[in-house]
């Protein structure tokens, strides 16, 4: 209803005026509505830009910074090769930096990623040298009774002095990452301890030797301003895989087993495995293995005859062998063989790591994930041999040693030198492949793995398995021999010797005079053993009883047993050397210091969680027991002759 002043003269111009005050004022309010929201997306459309700008900005920044380290390192790598031979004769800094950069898959698969960097606590004995000072970082703090330890065994192969020339660093930082994370990783975001290693190598020739090299490794190898002896880690990836490693055998003209590294899912599996096994019906084994896994933890088994198929294709072998050639009988026979696959194979495949891969269905996951290998497994194996070589800057390839693997479904430690295939042989597709890895501009040091085995006619043949472009931890345990009996490889023979100025006068004449002992040297060393009952000792009980027990190592004759800490016994775990002028005593010594373990600390009983589900103390002492068994069945205590195998070059490789 109208009001009052409404009702007035001039009633209409008022109510006019009012209705135009409150139109204008309803569309001003809608304007600024309006103007309100336009300026909000355009303020995010703008903080939007910003960011995407400042962002690209900030990635170009990182690219150009990356990009100039790039070019910093590999300059400084260039003038290291060339410096080589230089630095070689003068005094020179080692930062040894064993990390496991690896993928952050596989990293955080490993248990105890700290424990198993902190194995090669032997890099320390590179003091032998007096013109070398050893800078060692380890991923955790090191107890004084361990440096003590290393301290002392470093005065058993060099001078007394040598101990104060080398120092155990740790990153600062090391407690505030997850634990998968690599050693490398960790030492970049600990500048106190970068700070360190700085003042300790400035001024001076120094360089670094890594562990498995990845991407943080030349990263943190800037960040310190030196180079790296080391493969980059792009040939490491491409190269240590069993793709790569199958490549660099094929181009050093190395055999390796018959198989296929093409399958990456399960219908490319089945495929590749069907024609492998039409084309090989012979063979009762094949292995099928994740292409970047290691130590057998990508592998699983398939027997020949769980195929229904490959029974009833080797009987029609049999009985028509002509018709076996037929092009189109092969593609009939390939068809069955995969349908046979395609619903048996998950149920057939052994795979040796249940704890990594539960079922089947976890390990094709990975399979189409990281692609896998599938290679024949001979019948008669003798054994695993590696060779250690070294890769100099400059291109050289020297052989350092060679041993056999040990392990049964899981490595458990080496036993040198190498007994298992003809030594020239050996040596020829050792120094092939040294050489085809030196063309690819890998450095460093390099273990090559083979598989020794006989043919049904009993002639010996060598396949390439396995390149690792780093230092190993075998290769680790093989220079802790070397430099405790100051033993020399021997190219020609393949034997390591002790010189005669390094044994004790009195004990060359009671070797000469009474036992006539060899001067070469034979080892046995079971790695990383985990006993639960050792968390309860202290280092000074357990080196009095081996006192006690007669568990020792003689510096006189340069024979014995001696043990390899990664860590101090509350890790419950301590590893085994034991040196002696044949195998067989020295397996023999080796199956007395895990008595005496046993004895003292009490049977290993069940699983331990330090490494695998399944404790390597048991099997350590089970392969000991069978090594024994076959060795002295065999009667070997002279190595290739005593196997009555062929030592010509053209009897064992292709």
């Given at each position: 209803v109208p009001g009052a002043r409404y009702k007035?003269?001039?009633?209409?111009?008022?109510?006019?005026?009012?209705?135009?005050?409150?139109?204008?004022?309803?569309?001003?309010?809608?304007?600024?509505?309006?103007?309100?929201?336009t300026d909000r997306c355009v303020r995010n459309v703008q903080d939007w830009w910003k960011v995407i700008f400042l962002s690209r900005r900030t990635s170009a920044r990182l690219a150009l910074q990356r990009k100039n380290e790039r070019q910093e390192y590999e300059a400084r790598q260039r003038?290291?090769?060339?410096?080589?031979?230089?630095?070689?004769?003068?005094?020179?800094?080692?930062?040894?930096i064993p990390s496991i950069t690896r993928s952050e898959a596989i990293r955080s698969s490993l248990s105890d990623v700290g424990l198993r960097e902190n194995a090669q606590l032997s890099r320390l004995m590179d003091v032998s040298d007096p013109n070398v000072e050893v800078v060692y970082v380890s991923p955790f703090p090191q107890s004084p009774d361990l440096v003590q330890y290393y301290a002392k065994l470093t005065a058993v192969g060099a001078d007394p002095e040598a101990a104060s020339r080398f120092k155990v660093l740790h990153p600062e930082n090391f407690s505030r990452f997850p634990p998968h994370m690599s050693l490398s990783q960790v030492l970049m975001h600990s500048p106190r301890c970068l700070r360190r290693i700085k003042n300790l190598v400035r001024g001076r020739?120094?360089?670094?030797?890594?562990?498995?090299?990845g991407g943080s490794d030349w990263q943190m190898a800037n960040r310190l301003g030196i180079p790296v002896l080391g493969t980059e880690a792009d040939?490491?990836?491409?190269?240590?895989?069993?793709?790569?490693?199958?490549?660099?055998?094929?181009?050093?003209?190395?055999?390796?087993?018959?198989?296929?590294?093409?399958?990456?899912?399960?219908?490319?599996?089945?495929?590749?495995?069907?024609?492998?096994?039409?084309?090989?019906?012979?063979?009762?084994?094949?292995?099928?293995?994740?292409?970047?896994?290691?130590?057998?933890?990508?592998?699983?088994?398939?027997?020949?005859?769980?195929?229904?198929?490959?029974?009833?294709?080797?009987?029609?072998?049999?009985?028509?062998?002509?018709?076996?050639?037929?092009?189109?009988q092969k593609e009939q026979g390939i068809r069955r063989l995969e349908e046979d696959l395609r619903k048996k194979l998950q149920e057939v495949a052994v795979l040796n790591r249940g704890d990594l891969y539960g079922n089947w269905h976890e390990y094709s996951a990975a399979i189409e994930a990281r692609g896998v290998v599938v290679e024949a497994m001979p019948a008669q194996v003798i054994g695993s041999p590696r060779v250690e070589l070294f890769i100099s800057p400059d291109g050289s390839v020297q052989i350092l040693g060679s041993h056999d693997a040990l392990h049964a479904d899981m490595p458990i430690g080496i036993t040198g030198p190498q007994t298992s295939t003809p030594h020239l042989p050996l040596m020829k597709a050792a120094t092939n492949v040294g050489q085809m890895l030196a063309a690819k501009r890998a450095m460093g040091y390099v273990t090559v793995d083979f598989l020794s085995w006989l043919e049904d006619g009993g002639q010996p043949r060598?396949?390439?398995?396995?390149?690792?472009?780093?230092?190993?931890?075998a290769a680790a345990e093989s220079r802790l021999f070397r430099f405790i009996t100051q033993a020399q490889w021997k190219a020609g023979s393949g034997n390591f010797s002790v010189p005669n100025d390094v044994l004790d006068s009195a004990s060359q004449t009671t070797a000469a005079t009474q036992s006539n002992l060899p001067q070469e040297r034979y080892f046995v060393s079971l790695r990383q053993l985990y006993h639960p009952n050792l968390c309860s000792v202290q280092y000074n009980v357990f080196f009095n009883l081996c006192r006690l027990k007669g568990v020792h190592f003689?510096?006189?004759?340069?024979?014995?047993?001696?043990?390899?800490?990664?860590?101090?016994?509350?890790?419950?775990?301590?590893g085994i050397l034991t040196i002696h002028a044949d195998p067989i005593n020295a397996f023999r010594l080796a199956s007395t210091g895990l008595s005496f373990v046993q004895s003292q600390m009490g049977i290993a009983k069940g699983a331990g969680e330090k490494f695998l589900p399944a404790g390597t103390f048991r099997n350590a002492v089970m392969e000991v027991k069978t090594q024994l068994a076959v060795r002295s069945a065999a009667g070997d205590n002279k190595g290739d002759a005593d196997n009555g195998l062929s030592s010509k070059v053209e009897d064992i490789l292709p």
């Open positions: 007035t003269s001039g009633a209409e111009g008022i109510a006019a005026e009012r209705i135009q005050a409150v139109t204008r004022g309803h569309w001003d309010r809608l304007k600024v509505r309006r103007q309100r929201y003038e290291f090769c060339r410096k080589w031979p230089r630095i070689q004769q003068e005094k020179r800094v080692i930062v040894h020739n120094a360089y670094v030797i890594p562990g498995y090299v040939t490491t990836l491409a190269y240590c895989s069993k793709t790569g490693s199958r490549r660099i055998f094929s181009a050093a003209d190395v055999a390796t087993a018959p198989g296929s590294g093409e399958a990456s899912d399960a219908k490319s599996l089945h495929d590749s495995l069907a024609r492998l096994m039409f084309e090989h019906i012979h063979v009762e084994r094949w292995v099928l293995k994740i292409d970047d896994e290691s130590d057998l933890r990508g592998h699983a088994y398939v027997t020949s005859t769980d195929i229904p198929a490959c029974v009833s294709l080797r009987r029609e072998r049999k009985r028509n062998l002509q018709a076996w050639f037929d092009p189109l060598l396949w390439g398995l396995h390149i690792n472009p780093f230092l190993t931890d003689d510096l006189r004759e340069r024979v014995g047993t001696a043990f390899v800490l990664s860590d101090s016994f509350a890790s419950g775990t301590l």
